[in-house]
């Protein structure tokens, strides 16, 4: 069980505090990814508040379902996330990517409560996730496993490694989500080298998968619904999503991928997200 259990209109909700977290943190830390943590808001707030049966009290509680980033640099989405659910005070996250803070630019597991993986280095996690959920079946333990991947990462081999592995394996514990905004760290993923036509693919080696768009909370309610009833094989949801959703002159350019606002452009953000610098950095230093 989930112990938030949201509707959607409360996920929608805790996705823009989401959003206002990740630009205050960002322009507070004058360094780090927006773009991709952007794009995956809504799925990422999704799992964590609504599907992943997990114990923020009790990090390592051995009957947790378990979810990875596999793509290390979203950490203003996944630590948000954590602290949002109550792994650690809200007022850490204007600690992010400092000098001594548990929470660096890349997500150590030993430091940071909630941290599956020591990730960042592309590519490893859906292989960790495969280990996990063949684990879990040899243990004949119900949890599930979710991976959260990237369409740019995708161009790593040992990606499809792991796919192939699931695969074979049956592991219909395990669940994939590609967060598809077309965008990587040096432009448009169908111009560096193409993954398409990524659920082709995906079929091929033997997964059932489910496209949506996944900036839509009805959408992605119903596709993590359909991975929870469906069994016998893995499954991904190609979540097609916009790079830097939610603030009008990041969406859909890849410049935003590893870069943080101004000040400037964090107030302009934020107050497209309906609040200001003070008034989310405040309620954050009070959490
Ligand atoms: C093995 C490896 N190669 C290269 C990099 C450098 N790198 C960091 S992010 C990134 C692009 C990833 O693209 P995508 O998965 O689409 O993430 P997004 O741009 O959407 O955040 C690259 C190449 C890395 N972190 N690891």
């Keep these: 069980m989930n112990p938030f259990n949201y509707s959607a209109e409360q996920l929608q909700a805790a996705a823009l505090d989401v959003r206002r977290d990740i630009i205050t943190m960002l322009v507070e830390a004058k360094s780090g990814h927006t773009g991709g943590p952007l794009s995956c808001t809504d799925f990422a707030t999704a799992l964590s508040f609504r599907y992943l049966n997990h114990k923020p009290s009790e990090p390592h509680w051995t009957d947790r379902d378990f979810l990875f980033y596999s793509i290390g640099h979203v950490t203003p989405v996944n630590y948000s996330l954590l602290a949002e659910c109550g792994y650690f005070p809200l007022k850490d996250l204007m600690t992010f990517r400092k000098l001594n803070s548990r929470l660096q630019g890349h997500p150590h597991r030993l430091d940071t409560p909630g941290i599956e993986i020591s990730s960042g280095s592309l590519g490893q ?10 684990g879990s079946k040899i243990d004949k333990h119900p949890r599930r496993v979710f991976c959260i991947m990237g369409d740019g990462e995708l161009q790593e081999g040992s990606c499809w490694e792991a796919v192939m ?6 592991l219909d514990n395990l669940g994939v989500i590609v967060d598809y905004n077309k965008r990587q760290i040096d432009g448009e993923v169908p ?3 193409d993954v398409a036509p990524l659920a082709d693919k995906w079929r091929a080696f ?5 496209e949506i ?6 959408q992605i309610l119903a596709a993590y619904d359909e991975m929870l009833r469906h069994r016998d094989r893995p499954m991904v949801i190609i979540a097609h999503t ?12 890849a410049e935003w991928h590893g870069k943080p606002p101004t000040m400037e452009q964090g107030e302009q953000a934020l107050q497209e997200l309906g609040t200001t610098y003070a008034e989310w950095s405040s309620r954050l230093l009070a959490g």
């Design 165 to 170: 592995f699931a695969g074979h394996y049956h």
């Design 213 to 218: 768009d996944g900036n839509d909370m009805q």
């Design 206 to 210: 033997n997964w059932q998968v489910l």
């Design 191 to 193: 111009k560096i080298m």
């Design 125 to 134: 996690g859906l292989s960790i996730a495969c280990g996990v959920a063949k």
């Design 242 to 253: 916009t790079m830097g959703k939610g603030v009008s002159f990041m969406e859909g350019k």
